[in-house]
């Protein structure tokens, strides 16, 4: 299986990242819809999508707007978008309000209510995060392979969601901040270098990457990848357009 990570920054593009958007073209999977969404027609395998989100900040849905494009120009046949009921009502009364976007794009907007089946025999879970405003991590689950996104969250490797993705092959978790912010990280809601690495080893996860990177920080390291990978030696740095097999 295959995943692309089409945004790998949260809060803003910069020149280097989009706001988070990942797709698994396989079996028609989105996970979140940042910025990055306009990239995601070249990727798509599905007549039919199934979006997820984790969340209604704008820079988790703000490529929702986009969705006429991604639709028109493949032939998209139906598009459904998943999320909890507070998240999608907040993206019809205010992403979709007409002074702003004064047109809702053609998608079915769908209640998260337990586990989601997916193509090939698997399945989709979520889970409760730390977050202002609440997020949700995904876990998706095939017989021989599975995978965790995890984002918008402070990090711990104590925390209630650690369990939910022990053991998957990969784990793609923010990391907005190095450890020289980690308190900026628990004001925030986000997370910084060494909680992260800890949470991926308490896990017992496969490989850890990392995504939702602080748009400031343009750098190959903006996070300090020697530290994560002395507790996580299986670290990488996510980037835009990075294919992941799994
Ligand atoms: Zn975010
Ligand atoms: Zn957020």
Redesign the pocket.
Known sequence: MKIILLGTTGYHPNDRRHTPCMVLPECGVLLDAGTAMYRVGRYLQTPEIDVFLT?A?VD?VIGLTYLFDVARDHRLNHVRVHALPEYLAAVDRHLFASALFPKKPPFESRVLHGPVALAGDGDLSYFPLD?Q?G?VGFRLDWPDRSMAYVT?TTAAADAPYVEKIAGVDLLLHECYYGDDEADWAKQTGHSSTTPVAQVARQAGVGRLVLVHINPRRLEDDPIGLNVARAIFPKTEIGEDLMELEF
């Open positions: 969340h900040h988790h977050h405003g997020s918008d």
